[in-house]
């Protein structure tokens, strides 16, 4: 079946569909990970996107339950070079056109990918129509109909509708070593030495499994608690969540976390790390088409190192918004975009990437352990 991507300024792609039929509409997108699309299309912070893979091959490798990133897709289309004729590997137990069939995705192969990415370099990102119904002109009118993401509040559509402690497989995967007396393929968890309160404004699956693994006890709770609710939880730590849209459109959920600060250790990813620089006073911006891969380059202006990171943001912190007493930790080598802060005065700290990764690259796991530091320190 045929299917057309058409951008709001006009431009057209062709391909052939795949997985479900019909139209959808959202901001185009794209993802530079080589591997990990099954992560990418489960992760909450692409509710209202559809996504473009800038590598070339995809769902050589199937789908498993086993890397969801959240309990469904949250991606409004997805957008390919060439679609794997077969899905090879021990763990999968679906092809990626049969989970788009069930979970009613649109998918198009055949797309030049690299034009599609270049485009939106060029021009930023912007609305698109994914249609295997509509004709150019329609789908293009389509596109310039949806709503933009600026002002829009996705984090209603993803937040858990109750509060759950989180008990689920946490451990870590390993490989069987005689010579250690690894017998098994986890890693077994140690005793839970910290209780935290973890808001969910889109939470993926791998940053609660990194919180368990780093000794904390975490109670997920809904972006819509109150800070009186959490403060009566007594947790020894607050975390803050990544999750969609714009972080400035989310004014009660700033007023709640501001007055959170400084009666307990905070900890933000991503809209996290947005939604504390909100509550600081601060200013968000849409950039031009966002960071999204696992091979972002960020520097520690504390010290001096750069780390490889894992990115999925189409916002950034102002720093010149920002207080006197919030330090600017960590910028964007790319683009000089900050992607830290953290307090002076009180114990807060966040990053704008994502050190529990899932996918890409692990460099910076190590914040799991500073956020236990933090709260040892503030007993």
Known sequence: MDAILALEDGRVFRGEAFGHSGTSTGEICFNTSMTGYQEVLTDPSYRGQIVAMTYPLIGNYGVNPEDAESACPHVRGFVIGELSPIASNWRSNQTLPDYFKEHKIIG??????????????????????????????????????????????????????????????????????????????????????????????????????RLRQAGFEVDVVS??????????????????SNGPGDPGALGDIHKEIKDLIGRKPIFGICLGNQILSHAFGGKTFKLKFGHRGGNQPVKDLRTGRIFITSQNHGFATDPDSLPPEIEVTHVNLNDQTVEGIRSTKDPVFSVQYHPEAAPGPNDASYFFQEFADLIEKSK
């Not at 310039?144 to 008990?167: H, I, L, R």
């Open 223 to 240: 972006a819509g608690t109150s800070a009186k609710d959490v403060l009566a939880r007594d947790p020894d730590g607050i975390f803050l």
């Open 108 to 209: 198009i192969q055949g797309v030049d990918t690299r034009a599609l990415t270049k485009h939106l370099r060029s021009l930023g990102a912007m609305r698109s129509c994914l249609t295997t119904q509509l004709s150019e002109a329609e789908a293009i009118a389509a596109a310039k109909n949806s709503p933009p993401m600026a002002g829009s509040d996705f984090v209603q559509e993803v937040t858990t509708a109750k509060a759950y402690p989180w008990e689920a497989e946490s451990r870590e995967w390993t490989v069987p070593n005689a010579s250690t007396g690894q017998e098994g393929c986890y890693i077994d968890l140690a005793p839970a030495k910290y209780k935290i309160v973890a808001y969910d404004f889109g939470i993926k699956f791998n940053i609660l499994r």
